[in-house]
């Protein structure tokens, strides 16, 4: 309880918390809000480029579709694609993490190792290598972007594992005979639970807006998806008489992104024993 | 400190040798038959063939690797399948301007960010707090290529203000070449007519760079800040009658940056990524729209030595800020 | 020497403080009061948490940042140092008027900054307010020859963590004396010291005083402490002073029940080791009247109508007990 | 406190002063030109073949016959003119006296030989253009100003291909060849030319930048252009809306010849630069692999032609700019029927067309690709307009963004090659071969430009036939013969012939427009103001 007061009490954490819980419902109720799916995907040529109206909220982008439907619709996309990418790394990342930082092998240090070659390249520059070689598409975008981002889990659960490890608490459990996997997921994974938590909120701000600049360079959802990023790239060359069709995609990454990062920084802000005592 | 140099470069070498043989499996293993890219279109089987011995693609792998390595320390990073020119020297002419860049937004990050990240500190849990907050994690979310070009249309198409585009202007003859970086070299040689046309080219992809940093700086800064104003010697030096605005931007600020030192190498990887959209968009000659070309060209040749280049100088960089760290901070070059 | 009649040089009366919480307002301080004479080592004595160093930040006018003072005076000379605006508190008391050795030498160094960095940027040699570098950091040099400080003259340009902790609490000593002041507040200076260390300390502190005449305000949890350097004592209960006077008498014959039992505590002179039992009440709901109420074999109603006053039994020892205001009535 | 206001006075002063001084806007120095076009990936002009390169061959190499005006008419250059054996197979030209390289050395029909030795030899770029029927053997100088051509077999299209091939300097060459490579490492970022201006390799930077600067000692002389170009900075802006907005800023004097149509009215309203608009010869095609499998069903492809909207994209996207071509061959060339009508836009038609290919066979519910060029915004919107009818009749389609090169190597085999894809036709040589002939002739198989897989044994020999008649009426007539069947067939969906758009700052004087290179000939520009 103690906790949620003071998680309340942090302004920008609630408001972030707010525009995620907006943006999971509008993903979610999406097919409510635009009933008319192909509005998405079809427009009428006539009226491309059309001011933002009472018709069409945001204006029609370059193919006459509505904006208002294919940001809304974006939402979707956008949210998967996240979620997706930092699933894949969870589940590269905490496990090789936990294996890491519990044994003290060869293959600690080998996984150790190779997170350390992942971390030593910006991960855009690498993911842009990555799906320069896999091949165009989103797959191969969110592959890259998943393998790119397991090091970050692994880094932070190793570390948390490793003193977490020498806690008494494990030391009982060996006596008693628990195995090492049961140790490793039923005990030792709820203590390192916090940091992923954070990594995971904060990463997917991330994950959408490195998705976006993905999109803008032409490496990620292929048209006529309602991407954002890829809307943005579809529409830069109308500017700046059609702002419309740039700048509703780009105020959604925005706000998305703002919301994840928010309320990310907040929970770190309360799991984080080093702010802990902080007034 | 020389010992702890020393090490610290030790420590960095797996990494780097990590960095090889991962981008020596993407040249070699991925695409299907790199001779067959190299030897060009309407290439016969015996140029490809005899590509491959050039190349030494009819070695064992292990050999393959040895020759990369001696490749790479010669810098020779091939030739792009393109421009049919060694890689290394293209990279090497747009190095430099990738670098001043990069180094002009986190200057610009770290002059408001530490303020900004300070203030939000004193005044924790205030209406400034949440809204320094709110704006710098705004700069993080925002998608520095949109940002780009609203920034061009405003400064540099409505107001006039500031060119819309490249380094310098064109015609003009650039700094004499000492560091490379213009805005250093005119400075140096007392050019200030250059030196102000070299700025106000820099000004806005700076800001656009700038603004993820800024963002992790101020975020930073105020962690730390938070931080130390709860240590000891803060409340001592408050008893002992130290000015507060002493105590807190000398005496607080100067444990919280030393603390955030270490975010900026992280931080130089984060520029460098955005810097691919953003120089492709303000036409800045650097690694950054290189590597736009290159993927725009499928030149995978040149894509894969931007990365490893890119690797390497995140490296130094990072191994840069931890000597300056513990230049900062006497007690970490002896814990290492 | 110590004039019985001389003022004394500062005196805190009846002061109250309060601090706000996530929980409510929690008064750390209740009506607690005690004079420091000029040229006396006065001990202020109590466990932890009684409000010792909230007493010490309330004269440095440093209190929390959600604390105020909600009643009381604290008298330095003439002048009440809770009537002073902030910056008058930082260029004339702190570190000027009033020198401050903090509890723990190992965290009160900044860890970045060179030691002469850190002394030299705060001293104001005495008189010269516009005092060159190289005259400061001469001054300090003999300050911390005067602290017995090996190697003084090298001492600056290293790094805090290459000391050990008694010669950075040496180092924290010459600062406070830096601006040669009057009065030397020392929250537990050798807590975190070894023993030896510690004694070390204890002798320097008391040949600092005597031959500078300083008056030294002694806060510590440690009777055996005050006994070796203190003249006079103060006792403090869960933020209230209950008892105070010359060391030998109220070594000697404790009026308050508190301070018995924690005599009785002390491994070197109880006969056999008592505790007190029940626990130190939470100061957001302490309990009505004198505070020790619930935990004293004496207790009585009126004990929790509300504080007794002060009485002084014997000259110069006060103490505020119903037992004794029973005693001296009747 | 003064202090710290006088500080902060100077501060802002300088601010305003490195703001707000109108250095480097639009000041720019008279004599040069600022031409923000698409580089060539290389600089040798024996191995690139593509409109970016001949914008570059134009004007640093000379060649022996060049394309001028539009419609573009061949005229002799570096040769005074030329003849051809009744047979057609031997070819010979004078070359005019007195031209120099760059260097100063004499061109003498030497160098003639060995360019075409060397094109021949490293088989690339316009290489393919004359390895059918030329072998580096056959190309002879008997003098110091003849060259001759002894070709394999009738090829009337060689004089067209004639202006392709750049004539380079031996001598620079020769010192720079390193295993046997002809010099190409070397000429990738140098020049060995005689033309009107001059490379400065020291500014050369791959997709970059590079300057040439004027040649005053060119054969042809400047007597034309008495205020001509003496340097021509070459940039290459990535970004469209940036090279845009760079022309109107006045920063830079001409974008590429690909304005998006809806910045069209944005550049002409402005101040400081306008669009030159030019009926170009570049026919935009959507390809079909006519070997898959449902596209080998020419009712199937038949539906496919009948399923875009070309009003919608041509009126609505492109505003005009652009004009309905209904066969490969552009309509402002000889060989493109007159009367051919182009497919309709008939939703309806599609159906019953799907649906007849059904009947036979084909497996019409299977999902089809369209891949596009990503960076090019036009093939995403036609692929999108495309797909929208398409799903109306019942037809998946995906879209697949990709790139040029790529796209070219998939087309080497059937299988590879996308089941469609989009692309344009521009002109390399002005002659119904360059579209045409190299399409849907079947031995073309495994180039990009056959990558319908089209094979017709009647269209094969109508194309082969009309190679070997020097009577342009009697080609003209196998060409429309030839355009109808494919056309029929449905062997492709083809749109528009192109409008170039180039957008030219107003200090720009004398552009003329030509397929060939787009227009960028600065010989014959000038600059004003």
Redesign the interface.
């Known amino acids: 309880m103690l906790i949620l007061k003071k998680f309340l009490r942090d302004i920008p954490a609630v408001l972030g918390l707010l525009i995620i819980s907006a943006v999971c419902f509008i993903a979610a109720f999406a097919p409510v809000i635009v009933p008319d799916a192909d509005a998405v995907y079809f427009g009428n040529i006539i009226n491309r480029l059309q001011p933002p109206s009472a018709e069409y909220w945001f204006g029609t982008d370059n193919l006459g579709r509505d904006v208002f439907a294919r940001v809304i619709v974006g939402t979707r996309g956008a949210l998967t694609v996240a979620l997706t990418v930092v699933t894949l790394a969870i589940a590269i990342g905490v496990p090789a993490g936990l294996y890491a930082g519990y044994s003290n092998g060869w293959g600690s240090e080998i996984i150790m190792r190779v997170t350390d070659v992942f971390l030593a390249v910006p991960q855009l520059i690498l993911a842009l290598a990555i799906a320069q070689l896999m091949g165009r598409g989103l797959e191969s975008a969110m592959a890259a972007l998943a393998l790119t981002y397991w090091p970050f889990f692994c880094r932070t659960v190793y570390g948390e594992v490793r003193r977490v490890r020498n806690a008494l608490f494990v030391e009982a459990l060996q006596g008693l005979g628990a195995s090492t996997s049961r140790i490793l997921f039923v005990h030792v994974l709820p203590n390192v639970a916090s940091p992923i938590i954070v990594r995971a909120t904060i990463g997917m701000g991330f994950t959408i807006l490195t998705t976006a600049v993905l999109g803008f360079l032409g490496i990620g959802a292929a048209p006529p998806s309602p991407d954002w990023g890829l809307a943005i790239a579809e529409s830069r060359e109308y500017l700046p008489e059609s702002w419309w069709a740039v700048t509703f995609p780009g105020l959604a990454i925005l706000v998305t992104v703002l919301g994840f990062n928010l309320f990310g920084d907040g929970l770190r802000d309360l799991v984080d024993p080093r702010l802990r005592r902080s007034r | 400190m020389t010992r702890f140099v020393l090490r610290r470069l030790l420590l960095a070498l797996p990494a780097l040798f990590g960095l090889l043989v991962l981008t020596f499996i993407m040249l070699r293993v991925l695409p299907h038959d790199p001779s067959a890219a190299l030897a060009g279109e309407n290439a016969t089987p015996e140029q490809i063939a005899a590509v491959r011995k050039a190349y030494g693609f009819d070695e064992p792998i292990w050999k393959q690797f040895v020759i990369y390595v001696g490749q790479v320390a010669r810098a020779d990073l091939g030739n792009s399948i393109i421009s049919n020119r060694p890689v290394a020297s293209d990279i090497a002419w747009r190095l430099p301007a990738t670098i001043e860049l990069t180094f002009a937004s986190l200057l610009f990050a770290a002059l408001v960010g530490i303020p900004l990240g300070t203030m939000a500190a004193v005044w924790h849990n205030s209406p400034f707090d949440h809204a320094m907050r709110i704006v710098t994690v705004g700069g993080l979310a925002i998608a520095s290529f949109w940002f780009a070009i609203i920034l061009q249309i405003v400064f540099s198409m409505d107001l006039g203000w500031l060119p819309l585009r490249s380094r310098y202007p064109e015609g003009m003859p650039p700094p004499t070449a000492i560091t490379g970086l213009y805005l250093v070299d005119s400075l140096i040689t007392l050019r200030f007519d250059q030196f102000a046309a070299a700025f106000k080219h820099i000004v806005m992809p700076a800001f656009t760079l700038s603004l993820g940093g800024l963002a992790s700086i101020a975020r930073f800064t105020r962690a730390g800040v938070l931080e130390t104003m709860q240590k000891d010697f803060v409340h001592y030096a408050e008893a002992a009658g130290y000015a507060r605005k002493r105590i807190i931007w000398v005496y607080v600020l100067r444990n919280s940056v030393v603390a955030a030192t270490t975010q900026i190498g992280l931080l130089f990887g984060a520029l460098i990524s955005s810097a691919v959209a953003v120089e492709a968009i303000f036409d800045w000659p650097g690694v950054g729209s290189y590597a736009v070309s290159a993927i725009l060209t499928s030149d995978y040749k040149a894509v894969l030595a931007v990365t490893l280049v890119v690797g390497l100088i995140y490296a130094v960089v990072n191994i840069i800020v931890d000597v300056v760290h513990a230049m900062l901070d006497p007690r970490v070059a002896e814990n290492l | 020497m110590k004039g019985k009649n001389q003022a004394p040089v500062l005196e805190i009366r009846d002061l109250s403080v309060s601090v706000g919480t996530d929980e409510g307002e929690a008064r750390i301080l209740d009506n607690a009061g005690l004079a420091l004479m000029p040229g006396s080592i006065h001990g202020v004595v109590g466990e932890s948490g009684c409000g010792k160093s909230t007493l010490i930040r309330a004269i440095l006018g440093i209190l929390p940042k959600r604390g105020r003072a909600t009643a009381g005076s604290i008298m330095l000379g003439e002048r009440n140092l809770l009537d002073l605006p902030a910056d008058a508190l930082q260029q004339d008391v702190r570190g000027r008027a009033i020198g401050f050795i903090p509890q723990d030498p190992f965290q009160a160094l900044n860890p970045v900054f060179r030691v002469g960095t850190q002394l030299l940027e705060n001293i104001r040699t005495p008189g010269d307010r516009k005092a060159t570098r190289d005259a400061k950091k001469t001054h300090v040099i003999s300050l911390l020859k005067a602290v017995q400080l090996p190697d003084a003259e090298h001492a600056l340009d290293r790094y805090p963590h290459q000391f050990s902790g008694g010669q950075r609490q040496r180092l924290l000593i010459a600062a406070a004396l830096a601006a040669a002041p009057g009065i030397i507040l020392a929250d537990e200076p050798t807590t975190a010291l070894d023993v030896t260390t510690q004694l070390q300390i204890l002798k320097l502190l008391r040949g600092l005083a005597i031959e500078r005449g300083l008056s030294m305000l002694f806060v510590t949890h440690d009777f055996g402490v005050v006994a070796q350097l203190c003249d006079t004592v103060t006792v403090m209960y869960a933020g209230q002073t209950v008892e105070s006077g010359p060391v030998a008498q109220v070594l000697k014959a404790p009026f308050h029940p508190y301070t018995q039992m924690l005599l009785a505590c002390h491994p070197e002179r109880a006969e056999e080791l008592a505790g007190i039992p029940g626990a130190v009440p939470s100061p957001l709901r302490p309990p009505m009247g004198c505070r020790f109420n619930p935990r004293c074999p004496h207790a009585r109603p009126a004990c929790s109508a509300g504080q007794p006053p002060r009485v002084t039994p014997n000259p110069g020892h006060a103490v505020r007990c119903v037992l004794h205001l029973d005693e001296a009535a009747a | 406190m003064k202090r710290r206001t006088f500080l902060a006075g100077t501060g802002a002063a300088a601010a305003t002063?490195?703001?707000?001084?109108p250095?480097?806007?639009a000041q720019?120095?008279p004599n040069?030109l600022?031409w923000a076009d698409q580089l060539p990936?290389?600089l040798?002009p024996h191995?690139l073949f593509d409109v970016p390169m001949q914008g570059y061959m134009v004007n640093v190499y000379d060649t022996l016959y060049i394309y001028e005006g539009n419609p573009p008419k061949l005229a002799p250059w570096l040769a005074s003119g030329h003849t051809v054996s009744d047979d057609g197979l031997t070819w010979t030209f004078k070359l005019n006296d007195g031209v120099k390289f760059h260097d100063d050395s004499p061109l003498t029909a030497e160098d003639v030989v060995w360019s075409f030795q060397r094109l021949l030899s490293i088989?690339?770029g316009a290489a393919?253009a004359f390895l059918p029927v030329l072998d580096p053997a056959n190309v002879t100088a008997p003098d110091k100003s003849t060259v001759v051509f002894k070709l394999k077999h009738s090829y009337v299209p060689f004089l067209s291909a004639i202006p392709l091939v750049a004539i380079v300097n031996r001598r620079v060459l020769e010192p720079n060849v390193k295993?046997n490579d002809w010099g190409?490492?070397w000429l990738?970022?140098h020049s060995a030319g005689s033309g009107v201006y001059v490379l400065d390799p020291e500014t050369y930077?791959?997709?970059?930048?590079l300057d040439l600067k004027r040649n005053p000692g060119h054969f042809k002389g400047w007597g034309h252009n008495p205020q001509p170009v003496e340097?021509v900075?070459r940039?290459?802006?990535?970004?469209?809306?940036?090279r845009i907005?760079?022309l109107?800023?006045g920063?830079i004097d001409a974008t590429d010849s690909y304005l998006?149509t809806?910045?069209v009215e944005?550049v002409m309203k402005s101040k400081t630069a306008t669009v030159s608009q030019d009926e170009s010869m570049r026919v935009m095609v959507l390809r079909m692999n006519n070997k898959k499998a449902p596209l080998d069903n020419v009712h199937y492809r038949q539906a496919l032609s009948h399923a875009f909207?070309y009003k919608?994209?041509i009126s609505?996207?492109l505003k005009d700019y652009a004009v309905r071509n209904a066969g490969p061959i552009p309509a402002n060339l000889w060989g493109a029927p007159k009367d051919l009508p182009p497919y309709d836009y008939n939703l309806d038609k599609a159906k019953e067309l799907v649906a007849k290919a059904k009947a036979e066979g084909a497996p019409v519910d299977r999902p089809i690709e369209i891949h596009?060029q990503?960076?090019l915004?036009q093939t995403?919107?036609a692929?999108?307009?495309l797909?929208?009818d398409l799903?109306r009749i019942g037809v998946t389609l995906?879209?697949?963004?990709?790139?040029?090169?790529?796209l070219?190597?998939s087309t080497a085999k059937p299988e590879t090659t996308p089941d469609m894809w989009v692309h344009w036709v521009s002109t390399y040589f002005v002659d119904p071969e360059n579209w045409i002939g190299q399409m849907y002739d079947s031995s073309f198989h495994g180039t990009w430009k056959a990558s319908c897989w089209y094979k017709n044994d009647k269209v094969d020999t109508l194309l082969r036939e009309a190679r070997r008649h020097s009577d342009q009426a009697k080609r003209t007539a196998l060409y429309e013969e030839a355009s109808r069947i494919v056309v029929a067939e449905a062997a492709d969906i083809w749109i528009y012939n192109t409008i170039e758009l180039r957008g030219l700052s107003n200090r720009v004087k004398g552009f003329q427009f030509t397929p060939v290179g787009s227009g960028a000939n600065f010989r014959i520009i000038s600059l004003t103001g």
């Open positions: 002063a490195v703001i707000g001084s250095i480097a806007l720019r120095a040069e600022i990936g290389n040798d191995a088989k690339k393919s295993d190409q490492a990738s970022s930077r791959p997709v970059q930048q340097v900075r940039r290459n802006i990535l970004e469209t809306t940036t907005n760079a109107i800023k920063e998006p809806d910045q944005r909207n919608g994209f609505g996207v596009i990503q960076h915004a995403t919107q692929a999108q307009i797909q929208q799903r995906n879209i697949v963004p990709n790139l040029w090169p790529q070219v190597s």
